[in-house]
């Protein structure tokens, strides 16, 4: 059920993000308008989103006329001014950069009524930085949707300094009437939440690594059949409480200061992309890439996302 007096949402940005965000808002009811540079990069962003709905419909998330109707509530529209015309709301998923994201958003808030609320997919970029640019910083606000969109329910709205009490209260609205899981972050800090929280684990796995503790290997293995698997349903704090903040404070004490605290990339890293070592693009990163591994890895993780979107349905509708 959507929220009453919203029924459209612009998507600036038809990557990757851009039609996975697009897919959810129309999955859940909105009339949704795609933007991009071209034609051409716009059908490849429905026939993205055509291969997610089908995927919906193999994991019976879906039934064929479910993902029909969704499609059914997607356009695509290159000229700008035309997409943004009578929108409520903006989401703008163009490339990661700052002032390319400034210019953006301040074409879009030129272009678009007054009414219109405006937000920024950005994995860490700061609200601040981006909201004058809009020309409405009290009804701008980051919403970061983690990747894939289609399947991640996170959504984190960042809430600027001039952002107004209203628009926070709208978006989140919005956002749970697509069935995601909005968390609103109230201070402006870089990398959000979520992305903190991941780079302190990675930084941690980077310093095992270089002292020789393990291999890159090993550190996949240790979190994926360990406290990856019960992060799906108890958090860090959870866990905290349920097995005692005395236990955890005491270890802390030790464990603390012996963390990595690294304030720059460790030198290996530095060295790993120094050889071309850049991931499966390239076949090769920390570990190595043959034949369709990746891809395998892709489909399985998709398929866990799936049955976990299964459980969420199941346990709203207890």
Not at 61 to 84: F, H, K
Not at 168 to 185: Q, Y
Not at 287 to 313: F, H, M
Request: charged share 25%; aromatic share 6%.
């Amino acid at each position: 059920m959507g929220v009453e007096g919203f029924q459209k949402v612009t998507v600036v940005g038809s990557g990757l993000m851009g039609h996975g965000i697009g897919q959810v808002f129309a999955q859940g009811g909105y009339t949704v308008v795609l933007n991009d540079l071209d034609d051409e990069r716009l059908q490849r962003a429905v026939d993205g989103i055509r291969r997610n709905l089908n995927l919906f419909v193999e994991g019976a998330l879906l039934t064929p006329a479910d993902a029909a109707n969704t499609l059914a509530r997607i356009s695509t529209e290159a000229d700008l001014a035309r997409a943004v015309h009578d929108a409520d709301l903006v989401v703008e998923a163009t490339f990661e950069d700052l002032e390319s994201k400034r210019a953006v958003l301040g074409r879009i808030g030129s272009l678009c009524p007054e009414r219109t609320l405006l937000a920024s997919n950005t994995s860490g970029l700061s609200v601040n930085a981006m909201a004058p640019a809009t020309g409405r910083p009290d009804r701008f606000v980051v919403a970061h949707f983690w990747n894939p969109p289609h399947l991640i329910p996170l959504v984190e709205v960042v809430r600027g300094e001039q952002t107004a009490e209203s628009t926070i209260t709208r978006v989140v609205d919005v956002l749970r009437s697509i069935g995601k899981a909005p968390v609103v972050v109230q201070k402006d800090v870089l990398g959000f939440v979520g992305n903190r929280l991941q780079y302190a684990l990675f930084r941690e796995a980077l310093g095992l690594v270089q002292n020789g503790v393990c291999t890159a290997e090993d550190i996949d293995t240790v979190v994926k059949m360990s406290f990856g698997r019960r992060l799906t349903t108890a958090g860090p704090l959870e866990t905290a409480d349920i097995n005692g903040t005395d236990l955890f404070y005491s270890i802390s004490q030790y464990l603390f200061p012996d963390l990595d605290n690294s304030s720059q990339p460790h030198a290996f890293f530095k060295e790993l992309i120094a050889q071309g070592r850049t991931g499966v693009k390239v076949g090769r990163g920390f570990r190595e890439w043959p034949g369709d591994r990746a891809e395998r890895i892709r489909q399985a993780r998709d398929r866990e996302l799936i049955r976990w979107l299964k459980v969420d349905r199941e346990s709203s509708a207890e």
